[in-house]
């Protein structure tokens, strides 16, 4: 059964720091690519970030290019998210994913979800 396990959300203050991990088991993800969505309270789902499985390729949404940073650990089978200088719009569940289609502004065709972790960011 394949799983991926979000931890690391929390409450952090305004221009604070988290890190997201994603730990995936079940399946190897040799090829997959890894990344981030985001759903806030009464908003549709948004792309956060994506990852190739050689560290090559990555894509940022817009709202967080410059603050959030991904990568990932093929041996650990985990991605990561460091979020810093966070704003109260960050606020949201976070959700890891792994796809197999990557366009300059999303990845696409995912075949797996997280259940998500709570992030919140106080003024």
């Known amino acids: 059964q394949v799983q991926l396990v979000e931890s690391g959300g929390g409450l952090v203050q305004t221009g604070g720091s988290l890190r997201l991990s994603c730990a995936a088991s079940g399946r190897t993800f040799w090829g997959w690519y890894m990344g981030w969505f985001r759903q806030a309270p009464g908003k549709e789902r948004e792309f956060v970030a994506a990852?190739?499985?050689?560290?090559?390729?990555?894509v940022y949404g817009g709202s967080v290019k410059g603050r959030f940073t991904i990568s990932r650990e093929n041996a650990q089978n985990t991605v990561y998210l460091q979020m810093d200088s966070l704003k109260p719009e960050d606020t949201a569940v976070y959700y890891c994913a792994a796809g197999t289609r990557l366009t300059i502004t999303a990845m696409g065709d995912i075949s797996y979800w997280g259940k998500g972790t709570q992030v919140t960011v106080s003024t």
């Open positions: 990852i190739g499985w050689s560290g090559g390729s990555i």
